[in-house]
């Protein structure tokens, strides 16, 4: 949701594709070596693209397919080896958020991902672990930045309660640190968007970790929880109740907006 998940597993996608080179290479009589040597690839790097561990490169797919005579059908299979826009663990999310007539986000790491700079998605996409190939940090990027059109829909309600510390945290230079505060301020200003700071004092039942309530278009209850491994989305009416509630508490901590407003303006004058 902000950042990208770490713990999960290579694509089915390049363990298709490795597979099928394997089985190329196996039937055309190819031995991994000489592939290896005219891909311009180590052995080791073969292997680990042959049993999925690693993506197999467009590159090493064409002269794959010109050794076996694969006639372009390894080759193709490029196409399903493009990066997937959001991590595995978010997909079901996407998909209704997308359609989501109200959302409610409580975050108290990072800046909402919907609230986002481009320089803030970088940030945090680069400092992903493992380390992300630039072809998926740009696929990421690009989708995070797309998924911010959904402000502009003025049907659509959304409330941000984003924890006072988040907003002293500069993730990398001070300037753009600015430009994101700043951002985040005119955002704040459209009627159907909400936004709330938490202050930095007392406890509340949010400190455990950031979570999203959403309303779908057939008026049900979502919510999702993010972790450093995992995503969790909850249809389960008693856990959707547990976290509205959560933020029911929390909400009646949180400055209101104009409050919220004159804060992240001083915070902006002070840097």
Not at 25 to 48: C, M, N, P, W
Not at 123 to 135: Q, R, T, V, Y
Not at 214 to 234: K, R
Request: hydrophobic residues 40%; contains cysteine.
């Amino acid at each position: 949701m902000n950042a990208s998940s770490s713990a999960t597993p290579p694509p089915m996608s390049w363990q298709y594709c490795g597979d099928q080179l394997k089985l190329w290479r196996a039937r055309a009589g190819v031995s991994r070596e000489d592939l290896a040597t005219q891909a311009g690839y180590s052995y080791e790097s073969l292997r680990s693209m042959e049993a999925g561990r690693r993506k197999p490169s467009l590159h090493l797919l064409q002269v794959a397919d010109e050794m076996c005579d694969a006639k372009g059908i390894l080759v193709a299979g490029a196409e399903f080896l493009k990066p997937e826009k959001y991590p595995s663990s978010a997909e079901d999310y996407m998909k209704y958020e997308a359609e989501a007539v109200a959302l409610n986000w409580y975050e108290n790491h990072f800046f909402p991902g919907l609230l986002q700079t481009e320089e803030t998605v970088r940030a945090l996409l680069n400092s992903h672990w493992p380390p992300l190939d630039d072809e998926t940090v740009e696929t990421r990027v690009a989708a995070r930045l797309e998924r911010r059109e959904m402000l502009k829909v003025q049907t659509r309600a959304f409330n941000f309660l984003i924890e006072e510390g988040v907003l002293r945290r500069p993730l990398t230079t001070v300037e753009a640190h600015h430009r994101q505060l700043h951002h985040v301020l005119t955002v704040g200003e459209a009627r159907h968007i909400t936004i709330q700071v938490v202050p930095s004092r007392g406890i509340h039942p949010g400190l455990n970790g950031q979570f999203i309530l959403l309303e779908t278009a057939e008026h049900q209850w979502l919510a999702y929880e993010e972790g450093q491994a995992l995503g969790m989305l909850h249809a389960d009416p008693a856990r959707v109740s547990i976290l509205s509630h959560r933020h029911e508490m929390i909400l009646r901590q949180a400055l209101d907006p104009e409050s919220s407003a004159k804060l992240i303006s001083e915070l902006l004058e002070e840097l």
